[in-house]
Structure formats: structure tokens, C-alpha cells
């Protein structure tokens, strides 16, 4: 059986160490290789549609993805305590 063993980061350099277990990141590189393989086959991919923000918020939104607070999807959902929390959870630990 065919296999490939993709290695994104290695753990020996503290910067690519934290970028694993950036979730966004993650989802980077699973693009990146899934797009690979799509290409490998011949067969086409769809690309994810880009949320759009409204003007007011859209340099929110970017900070709020950088420091990893959210993910930027679903920006008009309503906004649930359980969520609220998790956000300022992130938010207490990027300035840590």
C-alpha cells in the first residue's frame, strides 16, 4: 500500500512547536495537503468560500483570527456563553 508521511513542523524549534497546536495552522497545512493529493489524482477541489465581514468589523475580525480567539467562520451566528467564555480563554492565554 501506498503512503506518504507529511511532516508540517518538528518539535526541535520551540516557534514551529506552538504553531502545531494552532488550530488555524492546522487547518493550513490539512489544506495544503488535501489540495497535493487533489493534484496528484487529477481531480479538482472546491475552495472554501471566504466568510465576508461587515466593513465595521473586518480589522476585528482579521486581530481576533491572528491571535486566535475564533476561527473567523460563522461571523453572524449569535454569540452563546459557552462561546463567549472559550473566547476569552484564548484571549487570557495569547497574552500569557
Known sequence: MVSVLAECEFMDNMDEAKLMLDENYQMK???ALA???YRYFGVGHKEEKKEVYSPWATDAMEWAIKLGLT???NPKEPVTLERFIVILYRYGKALE
Request: net charge positive; proline share 0%.
Open 29 to 31: 497545512c490539512a489544506r
Open 35 to 37: 489540495k497535493g493529493i
Open 71 to 73: 476561527d473567523g467562520t
